[in-house]
Every structure is written in structure tokens, then in C-alpha cells.
């Protein structure tokens, strides 16, 4: 007979326990494996899934369907704390279609969560928006990379929310947000938001029609105003060209109509001094073939004169000259030596008649007027 010890005493005295704290199989209610489950199962196995759910974890994968499926099935309100094992059983049905079909359809319903709460409540907040999902994927600390669903998140919130530049989300910097607050936009540009509103208005990136509540209300196409910004900080005031390039005002005339020199804003109707105003790099793209075309030479060749007397010589118009120049069509054009701009550069009237009586084929009407 084995030797009787205390422990198989406990274990004796815990039968009852034990017994009361047993349920019976047939007491637990049946239920049909999930989608979801059955995936992780053939993938234990070396099955493969869907493509989007087999480039992450298994637990990224599984986590997302069950997040993603809270959301939809229980919508914002619901906190993942209070869920259920049947309420998670049924999250992970309902997700399994949208994440099975990958990054396109989970897009799709996490902007049209988005865009439905913005519809109800007036205000894009994510938070309001994502419920649990939210929770999940903007804490401050995850012990686990959440996957891939964070990066689609992450985009559809930046094509739909104003951001301030320069913001954190998701574990990523976005220094252009898509929309964002003139106010936020000025400050991050260093500009004055008057002078960025009146800039937006000139280009029709806010509608000057409407009454602005403030700056800081005001919300732009930040992807839009970049590229009319980065002009207005090279603002230069038209009056001032014809010094930085030793030209004369109907020389600066003609290369703006040429399209050499670039306004800052190309509208109809400049309402503004910033709007009539020249981008101080195409001065810089002027100056820069000026001096990088010609030859240098202390003595210009008999003939050859400036580009005022040579129109005067030829009469043909300081734009078509400048046509021929541009564009290359002139080949014996020197610069004077010591000399800035187009103080410098020497033609000769000669070669622009002949360009003029047999012009270049892409040559424009202002040149082919001249002819004959």
C-alpha cells in the first residue's frame, strides 16, 4: 500500500471544489469557428491567407480584425475594456471581410467612419471617430507594433483632418500636412497670416467670397499653398528688377511677357502688391544664362551692340530679341567684361536679321511678323 501524505489529503479535500467549479461541455453553448479562427489555425499550419493578413504577424493580423470588427459592430462609443468574449467572437466575424480584402477596403471604411462622424458632429476628431481603435493606436506606449493598420490610419486622417506642421502622429512627423489652419501654416512658413490669406485668395485656395472667421479657423490645402508660398517668401518687388539685372523697364517688360521672369501670382487681376510682384529665383535663372552662355571679351567685335540699340537698329521688338536669345538662336553674342546683366551681353543686329528672315521652326508669331 502507497504511503498516505498530506498532499493527497488537499487533494482529497479540493474534490468538491473542484467538482463545483467544473462546467459541463453541454452546458457551454456551441458555436461555429470564425473566419478569423480558422485563418490562424491554417496558418499555424503553413497555410497561406490573404496577402495583406500574411505580411504582418499573426498577432498584428488578428488584432486588427478584432479591433477594426469593435468598431464597426459597436461602434465609437464602445471601449475594448468592456467587450465581451462573444462580444470579440462577433468583432472578429464581422472584421474578417473588410481586412481579408487588404489596405483598399479597410481604407474605405475607416474614411467613411471618419467622414460620418465629421458629417454628424461638424468636428474631424479622430478620437471621436475611432473609438477603440483609437485608443489602440494612439497611446502614448505600445508594447507591440500595432502593424501595417496604423500607416493606413495614419493616411487617411492626414487626407482629411487640419494638422498643424510640423505634428506627430502615429509615431511619424508630418512636416506638409494635407489641410491645416492658416495660422499654423503662417507660423510654420514664418509669414504673416494676412499676407498668407490674401496670397491663398489671389490663387483661389480659399475662397475670398466667404466671409473668413479668423485665421484661425480658416483651413487650407496646405499641398496647394506650399508651391505659392515658397514664391511669395522670394517676393520681389518689380521695381527693383531692373537694377538687379542692369536692364531697362521695358527690357523687364518684355521678359516678364516672355515668360522669363515669373510673377508671383499669373491672375488676370493682381489685387495685391504681393500679386504683381516677381519670384526672385527666375531673376536668379536670368542672371545665372546670362552669365553661363557667353563668352567673355575686353573688346566686342566691330557691329555688335546692346539689345536697346540693336532693336533700334533692326526694328524688331526687344521681346522677339530676346525670343532669339533665349532660345538659343543667336550663337555670336558675347559679354562685355566687368560689366552685370544685361549691361554686359553684346549682339549683333546683323545675325538677328538673318534669324528674322529665316526664323527657327518653333519660332513664335512675334518673331514671324518680323519676316520680310
Not at 259 to 287: C, F, N, P, T, Y
Request: glycine share 8%; hydrophobic share 40%; aromatic share 6%.
Amino acid at each position: 500500500m502507497g504511503k498516505w501524505t498530506d498532499m493527497l489529503h488537499e487533494v482529497q479535500a479540493m474534490n468538491d471544489a473542484v467538482t463545483a467549479g467544473c462546467v459541463s461541455a453541454q452546458k457551454l453553448p456551441s458555436r461555429i469557428p470564425s473566419p478569423l479562427q480558422e485563418y490562424a489555425e491554417g496558418r499555424l499550419e503553413g497555410q497561406a491567407g490573404p496577402a495583406w493578413l500574411d505580411g504582418q504577424g499573426i498577432d498584428q493580423a488578428c488584432r486588427a480584425v478584432h479591433i477594426l470588427g469593435g468598431l464597426m459592430t459597436y461602434g465609437s462609443a464602445q471601449r475594448a475594456a468592456e467587450m465581451t468574449e462573444d462580444m470579440w467572437d462577433e468583432a472578429g466575424r464581422t472584421g474578417w471581410p473588410v481586412v481579408r480584402d487588404g489596405e483598399d477596403a479597410i481604407r474605405e471604411i475607416i474614411s467613411t467612419q471618419l467622414l460620418s462622424a465629421i458629417k454628424k458632429n461638424g468636428h474631424p476628431s479622430p478620437r471621436n471617430a475611432f473609438g477603440m481603435l483609437y485608443g489602440w493606436l494612439f497611446a502614448s506606449k505600445l508594447s507591440k507594433d500595432p502593424g501595417p493598420i496604423r500607416d493606413i490610419v495614419r493616411d487617411v486622417i492626414v487626407d482629411n483632418v487640419p494638422l498643424v506642421p510640423g505634428q506627430m502622429l502615429l509615431g511619424k512627423q508630418i512636416t506638409t500636412p494635407r489641410f491645416a489652419s492658416i495660422t499654423s501654416i503662417a507660423k510654420a512658413e514664418h509669414l504673416h497670416s494676412k499676407t498668407l490669406t490674401k496670397i491663398l485668395e489671389l490663387a483661389g485656395v480659399i475662397n475670398e467670397t466667404e466671409p473668413l472667421k479668423g485665421a484661425p479657423n480658416v483651413v487650407a490645402d496646405y499641398a496647394k499653398a506650399k508651391p505659392l508660398i515658397e514664391r511669395a517668401k522670394h517676393a520681389t518687388p518689380v521695381t527693383r528688377v531692373p537694377d538687379m539685372l542692369s536692364a531697362s523697364r521695358p527690357l523687364v517688360a518684355a521678359l516678364i511677357e516672355l515668360g522669363q521672369l515669373r510673377r508671383i501670382q499669373d491672375h488676370d487681376e493682381l489685387k495685391s502688391k504681393v500679386g504683381k510682384a516677381i519670384d526672385g529665383r527666375s531673376i536668379d535663372e536670368v542672371l545665372k544664362f546670362i552669365e553661363g552662355r557667353f563668352e567673355v571679351l575686353d573688346v566686342i567685335p566691330v557691329g555688335h551692340v546692346h539689345l536697346a540699340k540693336a532693336a533700334e537698329k533692326t526694328r524688331v521688338t526687344l521681346l522677339a530679341i530676346l525670343e532669339l536669345l533665349f532660345g538659343q538662336h543667336l550663337k555670336n553674342v558675347y559679354r562685355l567684361k566687368d560689366h552685370h546683366g544685361f549691361e554686359a551681353v553684346m549682339v549683333s543686329p546683323t545675325e538677328i536679321m538673318k534669324c528674322i528672315e529665316d526664323p527657327p521652326d518653333n519660332a513664335s508669331d512675334e518673331i514671324r511678323f518680323w519676316m520680310g
